[in-house]
């Protein structure tokens, strides 16, 4: 199957990079969502089947009346030492961390190639050995020290240039890279493993930077790896769940999904619970399969009953699935959010939500941020809503801020929950801090760059990179 490329706005095709929405200029048809063409020779295909909706079109998220001035527990923040992976740990889970306290910005510092037209910045950044890593949009690596936030180490994984041409030659051969961009970074063990779009996925010394291993992927791999229990886990644009030995690179087994024409343009990171590894992919499948052998457990399908048009076609899990106390929770553009029994499969309640952002589980409540910029605050146990907050709200705006908004419309990143407050930030440059309970605003911070990823926190604070390719400590 080949899939033609499109033009895209471009503050929105980055936020499709990250966890926002994509929106399509007049003359694009959605089945061109992913510029890249792949190989199909040789490759085996899961048949298409039938999905079945959970969640009807016509249904809202509302505040549940009975939940109104219903308190809620919340554990204590901890601090956490380091974020080795995007979502700080296997499970893609960090219950409420100790770090932003004084809400204020450190120090920032730039790490490589700001993005622009041809590459884009898609990986979040990842803490270990008292270090940040980050990853630019030309596959430029750096460790940068995680107090000061001074350059330790940089290296350029680029594939070679051709002579006398625009394009790189990959490590599989081929010359048509030159939309290589994005990937992601994850640690364990003192090295650092970095999945990139040209096509490949790599073992750094974490400590030097040194190449210590390459493996080729037949299509641009624009999300993160998972790596534990010595197995590499990482998706690629193909829709197709790979795993290599972390050892040494060596292929293991691999999942496809169902084929999409239509999809963000990236993918999510698995996450890993015992000896269950839980993927989303770009048809809206949700599937669980052991970590040893890739053997099925269960698949769901968050999709609704009905689309009425091409952008809501684009069925999409494009956040991170997150385990957490036993259930799985995932969120997809096609507007279903879930919680799903980890081993069972069975869906134990869903919203009627549209986001490619990744769910906050803490406590007893579950945080997530919606393509339109609402955060909502469910119930774990009943999916029941406490409360809703338009961060896009429009009634106190001007007719020049509500044209500009219209325009270009501020997209949300995940959520952290961080010293008692929900941090998200913006498109726009901003960081915002509610209070966990209401939803009411406590603090506004102004980034100065566009945001698209969620921050982490490491130490007593959070980071954040921007798509101007800075590094930014808030104390």
């Not at 886990?233 to 040494?248: G, H, K, P, R």
């Not at 084929?259 to 590894?277: C, K, M, Q, W, Y």
């Not at 501020?410 to 961080?418: C, G």
Request: contains cysteine.
């Amino acid at each position: 199957m080949s899939r033609r490329p499109m033009t895209l706005k471009r503050s929105l095709l980055l936020a499709a990079m990250m966890s926002a929405a994509v929106s399509v200029t007049g003359c694009s048809t959605v089945s061109k969502l992913n510029p890249f063409g792949k190989d199909d020779k040789n490759k085996a295909t899961a048949s298409q089947g039938q999905r079945i909706s959970v969640i009807a079109f016509d249904q809202k998220v509302e505040a549940a009346d009975g939940l109104k001035g219903v308190d809620f527990f919340l554990p204590e923040p901890q601090a956490q030492a380091d974020w080795r992976l995007p979502g700080g740990s296997p499970e893609q889970s960090v219950e409420h961390v100790a770090a932003g306290k004084d809400f204020e910005i450190a120090w920032r510092k730039g790490f490589g190639q700001k993005a622009n037209r041809t590459f884009h910045i898609t990986a979040n950044p990842v803490s270990a050995e008292g270090k940040i890593f980050v990853l630019d949009g030309e596959a430029k690596v750096s460790a940068l020290d995680a107090v000061t936030g001074e350059t330790l180490w940089r290296q350029d994984l680029r594939p070679a240039r051709q002579p006398g041409k625009r394009g790189f030659m990959g490590i599989g051969g081929r010359k048509d890279d030159t939309k290589g961009f994005g990937g992601g970074v994850a640690y364990a063990d003192g090295k650092l493993y970095v999945s990139s779009g040209f096509r490949f996925v790599a073992q750094l010394d974490a400590a030097t930077g040194k190449e210590n291993w390459r493996q080729a992927t037949s299509t641009p791999v624009h999300a993160a790896p998972t790596v534990v229990d010595g197995r590499v886990f990482v998706v690629s644009t193909d829709n197709e769940l790979l795993t290599f030995a972390a050892a040494d690179g060596t292929p293991g087994w691999t999942y496809q999904a169902l084929i999409e024409p239509a999809r963000i343009l990236g993918a999510s990171s698995p996450a890993v619970s015992g000896d269950t590894v839980v993927a989303g992919f770009a048809s809206g499948e949700l599937v669980a399969l052991r970590t040893g052998n890739g053997n099925d457990l269960w698949s769901e399908a968050l999709s609704r009953a009905s689309r009425t048009n091409a952008l809501s076609e684009i069925r999409d899990i494009a956040g991170r699935p997150v385990i957490y106390k036993g259930d799985v929770y995932a969120v997809s553009h096609s507007g279903v959010f879930a919680a799903t029994d980890l081993r069972t499969g069975q869906a134990r309640w869903t919203l009627p939500v549209t986001a490619i952002t990744t769910p906050w589980p803490v406590g007893d409540v579950v945080y997530v941020v919606d393509k339109a910029g609402q955060v909502i605050c469910a119930s774990r146990d009943s999916g029941q809503v406490h409360w809703i907050r338009d961060l896009n709200e429009t009634d106190k705006l001007s007719k020049k801020q509500k044209k500009k908004l219209a325009k270009r419309p501020r997209i949300w990143s995940s959520p952290i929950l961080a010293s008692g407050r929900l941090i998200t930030v913006s498109s726009y440059g901003e960081a915002v801090a509610l209070n966990p309970k209401t939803g009411a605003t406590e603090k506004t911070l102004k980034i100065g760059a566009p945001v698209l990823l969620a921050p982490i926190a490491v130490g007593d604070k959070v980071f954040v990179t921007t798509d101007e390719a800075d590094l930014i400590a808030i104390r």
